[in-house]
């Protein structure tokens, strides 16, 4: 089971939400290259960015923080990207500055096409993100909550040839209340590709739970707000999940 330490990007600082709203946000760091340092030296395996500027503009916004982690941490492991991502030109961008996988989110529900070119075009490198409520599907940043069934597209893009699906559930994301993990499993279990659990991992019970699902098919969780706020400790974390599911992923 791969614990995945969030690094959210706000005006070049590291900060973290409470269930997307930007103008609540808790600054953790004004150096974000730092940060990643620190949870590669706590044994993180892979870093997920978000740039939450771009994911508001539609455009990347933090590129000068996104391209110091890279250079910092990005010969060690992978790091995978999201937020304002809109063209294959983009994703081109970031793949040669360095990130391992860029993930499309609101482009991959508003013009599909897109998402089957990168795929097409980047193929290994592209992770879909769906963010969900009461399993529909939210895009924008979370402002804008869609008639799109979470199940119905993520067999879409199963099909286009996506390598992994990061499922958030936007109810609990920053809200320290557990990770909803009966939704996440559900989606799991419908799907050949890796699901990624996102929003709401608090504690160690939590990562209990997710490695009991790790043979439906969830490969890993993001983790953030319990992290920062001292509420859960990666290494400690990442040692359990090892311990529960074998060798390291």
Same mark, same amino acid.
């Given at each position: 089971?791969?614990?995945?330490?969030?690094?959210?990007?706000?005006?070049?600082?590291?900060?973290?939400?409470?269930?997307?709203?930007?103008?609540?946000?808790?600054?953790?760091?004004?150096?974000?290259?730092?940060?990643?340092?620190?949870?590669?030296?706590?044994?993180?395996?892979?870093?997920?960015?978000?740039?939450?500027?771009?994911?508001?503009?539609?455009?990347?916004?933090?590129?000068?923080?996104?391209?110091?982690?890279?250079?910092?941490?990005?010969?060690?492991?992978?790091?995978?990207?999201?937020?304002? #991502?809109? *063209?294959? $030109?983009?994703?081109?961008?970031?793949? /040669? %500055? +360095?990130?391992?996988?860029? =993930?499309? !989110?609101? @482009?991959?529900?508003?013009?599909?096409?897109?998402?089957?070119?990168?795929?097409?075009?980047?193929?290994?490198?592209?992770?879909?993100?769906?963010?969900?409520?009461?399993?529909?599907?939210?895009?924008?940043?979370?402002?804008?909550?869609?008639?799109?069934?979470?199940?119905?597209?993520?067999?879409?893009?199963?099909?286009?040839?996506?390598?992994?699906?990061?499922?958030?559930?936007?109810?609990?994301?920053?809200?320290?209340?557990?990770?909803?993990?009966?939704?996440?499993?559900?989606?799991?279990?419908?799907?050949?590709?890796?699901?990624?659990?996102?929003?709401?991992?608090?504690? #160690?019970? *939590?990562? $209990?739970?997710?490695?009991?699902?790790? /043979? %439906? +098919?969830?490969?890993?969780? =993001?983790? !953030?707000? @319990?992290?920062?706020?001292?509420?859960?400790?990666?290494?400690?974390?990442?040692?359990?999940?090892?311990?529960?599911?074998?060798?390291?992923?």
């Amino acid at each position: 089971m791969l614990l995945i330490p969030a690094i959210d990007l706000k005006d070049g600082r590291c900060v973290r939400l409470r269930q997307g709203d930007m103008d609540d946000a808790t600054v953790f760091s004004d150096e974000p290259a730092v940060m990643a340092r620190n949870w590669v030296d706590q044994g993180a395996r892979r870093l997920h960015l978000v740039d939450l500027n771009g994911a508001v503009a539609g455009k990347p916004r933090n590129e000068a923080a996104i391209r110091a982690i890279v250079e910092e941490v990005g010969d060690e492991i992978p790091v995978q990207l999201g937020g304002g #991502i809109r *063209d294959l $030109d983009t994703i081109e961008r970031y793949l /040669d %500055d +360095g990130l391992s996988y860029v =993930i499309i !989110g609101t @482009a991959a529900v508003k013009n599909p096409g897109l998402l089957q070119d990168a795929c097409s075009a980047f193929p290994g490198h592209i992770i879909v993100g769906l963010d969900a409520k009461d399993g529909k599907v939210a895009t924008d940043g979370w402002s804008k909550l869609t008639r799109h069934d979470v199940l119905d597209l993520a067999r879409k893009y199963e099909d286009y040839g996506v390598e992994a699906l990061i499922y958030t559930d936007i109810g609990r994301d920053g809200m320290l209340s557990g990770v909803n993990i009966e939704a996440t499993v559900r989606l799991a279990r419908e799907l050949r590709i890796p699901v990624i659990a996102s929003g709401g991992v608090t504690s #160690i019970e *939590d990562i $209990d739970r997710l490695c009991a699902a790790e /043979d %439906d +098919g969830v490969e890993g969780a =993001i983790l !953030g707000r @319990a992290l920062y706020e001292g509420r859960l400790d990666f290494s400690a974390a990442q040692a359990r999940a090892d311990e529960l599911t074998g060798a390291a992923s």
